[in-house]
Antibody, heavy 115, light 106 residues
């Protein structure tokens, strides 16, 4: 059974870059899409973007100018970078398997943007 | 952007009740709709995809249906484990979620 685990700093300063990694275990990262989703009280669940194992990416147009998702198949990891963060980027960030529907998900990591 | 509007936002019910949650899309999404269950402090769990197809391992008391741009999640015979928040999600054009429906104990 595939399992996902997010890791990274739980506190990021305003205007800096948020960086998170999702480690995939119990299965192959190949031949699959992998997605980042975030959840906040204000915005609810928001799709950030996805990546195919080959490296092709798709991003939410509202975040596209600030988001980069990358994959390292040798480490069975994929990563999220979000630049120039503000308080509005405070959320629980989830990684998940899938392009259009998602499962399983990681447990989520709370990232707080501080001023 | 396609907007997904769920109703009600909160629903009070008892064990054994039949529960219905509605999700309306702002435009046609064909049948590209999923339902998720989320419990406090946990990630969402996929229940139904393509409007009415049950994900593997999901109890058969969960079902989904559609009528035009209106989609329904029904729980037939609510169980204690079903008290949670439910989200719909469209995947016709990009990916957007409804705001959630909390099913609480009456």
């Amino acid at each position: 059974q595939v399992q996902l685990q997010e890791s990274g700093p739980g506190l990021v300063k305003s205007s800096e870059t948020l960086s998170l990694t999702c480690t995939v275990s119990g299965g192959s990262i190949s031949s699959n899409y992998w997605t980042w989703i975030r959840q906040s009280p204000g915005m609810g669940l928001e799709w950030i973007g996805n990546i195919y194992y080959s490296g092709n990416t798709n991003y939410n147009p509202s975040l596209q100018s600030r988001v980069t998702i990358s994959v390292d198949t040798s480490k069975t990891q994929f990563s999220l970078r979000l630049t120039s963060v503000t308080a509005a980027d405070t959320a629980v960030y989830y990684c998940a398997k899938g392009r259009a529907t998602y499962g399983p998900w990681g447990q989520g990591i709370l990232v707080t943007v501080s001023s | 952007d396609i907007q997904m509007t769920q109703s009600p936002s909160t629903l009070s019910a008892s064990v054994g009740d039949r529960v219905t949650i509605t999700c309306r899309a702002s435009q046609s999404i064909n049948s590209w709709l999923a339902w998720y269950q989320q419990k406090p402090g946990k990630a969402p769990k996929l229940l139904i995809y393509e409007a009415s197809n049950l994900e593997g391992g999901v109890p058969s008391r969960f079902s989904g249906s559609e009528s035009g741009t209106e989609f329904t999640l029904t729980i037939s015979g609510l169980q204690p484990d079903d008290f949670a928040t439910y989200f719909c999600q469209q995947y016709d054009t990009l990916y957007t979620f409804g705001q959630g429906t909390k099913v609480e104990i009456k």
